[in-house]
């Protein structure tokens, strides 16, 4: 059938074969057709949903468009994680070293920055050397000396997603649930996980704005995980206000070891500590998620988990002595300091806005192949709920790339909001979900 015959059918609700699906994908994997072909049937998607049944077979095309970690000879379960796409989301590059530290394998696999939202693999880049296109035996080979790996979708590992993610990025076709499902447990199961923790963004800087469509898309990965017996729980949790200080690759990464080195920025950790716990609860190494938890605050706290990010870092081919010593790392040509117009408490942070903006400052894509300023980005010096005074700086812009960064002044300011009233600060972490049902949190784990 022609490709125009196909995206009729996607464009009419129509539901496709598997046989029609796999024709199609073939034939843009092998240049067949074109990205103005998959732009189309993407775009069709977000307005006539994918079927649970066309689901499904995406992503069993994706998983089969490359090869598969096969990870039954290692022992234990190995456990990794997946968030939908956050600003300033670095939890991976946390979780990674926290749960190997605690006992747990990580096969991680991971992707770029997609749209507003920052990418694990352009976060790992920044570090120099650091390799993240990794074959299937490389995963495995590293996996096996060291109990962690952190790789993206390659030639040989989930092409299809590569190509297709790379595409969603620069054509508005990101926020599409079925398409996020298959994307997400395709790179899951391609790299061998046995079970899975989720981390479902909801929020201004999330692709899902609001909480019911954040639940729609947990139990869509759940039905996806079930359909490939992949175990998975997951969390969702506050993309309102950026996660943590830092916006932008590099910057991401300093933030990252100071956390790993005891300076904890509280939300990101609030975050990092559950999903940890989740993990090291599913790997076995803990009775109960609450005492998972608790192993993650330990292994950070007696500095295993540092070392282990380290090790990771060599192990991948990165420098560390960019990351036992993060001021070795060159500037941004440019920096400026945004600061308070008027005193007060600052009542919101706006995610997208700033996500946008970093974007702007070089840190994400505008077209598929552009390349990525590691040096830009956001560092926030304020938070929510944080009391200031008028010209106390509120953040610094970071770029190499763009040359009168004053420019963006009065943009970056509309992403503070100002009130005067104090106010308490609330949880990042909203419910907690599995197979069964959606429950608040604070049910699961009281203490954390
Ligand atoms: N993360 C992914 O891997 N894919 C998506 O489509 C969205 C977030």
Redesign the pocket.
Known sequence: MSPQEIIRKRRDGVELTREELEGFFRAYLENEITDYHMTAFLMASAFRPLTMYETHTITDIYIRSGGRVDLSAIPGVSVDK????GVGDKTSLLLVPIVAAAGVRVPMI??RG?AH?GGTLDKLESIPGFRTQLSPSEILRILSDTGMVMAGQSESLVPL?RRI?AL?DVTAT?EILP??AA??MS?KIAGGAQALVLDIKSGRGA?MRDRSQAEELAMLLMAVGEEFALPAVGLITDMDEPLGLAIGNWLEVVEVVDCLRGRETRDLMEVTYALAGLMIYLGRKAASIGEGITVAREVVRKGLAFERFVQLVSAQGGDTAVIEDTLRYPNANSIVELRAPRSGVLRSVDALRLGRLAVELGAGRSRVTDDVDPTAGIVLARKCGDRVEEDDVLCRLYSSTVADLSMLRSNALKAFEFGDEDFPLSTKIFSYFDRDAIVPWAEVAPMS
């Open positions: 997946h968030s939908t796409g991971s992707g997609l939202t997603d993610y969603r990101v398409l996020i994307s997400i790179k692709f």
